[in-house]
Nanobody, 116 residues
Framework: QVQLVESGGGLVQPGGSLRLSCAAS????????MGWYRQAPGKQRELVAT???????NYGDSVKGRFTISGDNAKNTVYLQMNSLKPEDTAVYYC??????????WGQGTQVTVSS
């Protein structure tokens, strides 16, 4: 079992920045990748960014060039730096971890609101 604890959401003005963090804990798991997905009201959950333990990143088209995912393997933590935020980035952001035994776990979600 893996637990994910997210932090860093909040309210920000358009053009502003936020940094999300997600820390994983548990026993007897090996991470394959961690990442972030988001879900806006009335929309499907979509990919934001993922990061493998080997350092390979993948971004959703709508955030490329504005968001950066990074990680600290020693702390089992992944970060999402979000710059140039737009109102359409407003959503609940969920942390996700995929383990080497083909299991996946979700965090509880953190709200990001971009509004003036």
């Amino acid at each position: 079992q893996v637990q994910l604890v997210e932090s860093g959401g909040g309210l920000v003005q358009p053009g502003g920045s936020l940094r999300l963090s997600c820390a994983a804990s548990g026993s007897s798991y090996i991470s394959y990748f961690m990442g972030w997905y988001r879900q806006a009201p009335g929309k499907q959950r979509e990919l934001v960014a993922t990061l493998t333990t080997g350092g390979i990143t993948n971004y959703g088209d709508s955030v490329k060039g504005r968001f950066t995912i990074s990680g600290d393997n020693a702390k089992n933590t992944v970060y999402l730096q979000m710059n140039s935020l737009k109102p359409e980035d407003t959503a609940v952001y969920y942390c996700y971890i995929a383990t080497m035994d083909a299991r996946g776990y979700w965090g509880q979600g953190t709200q990001v609101t971009v509004s003036s």
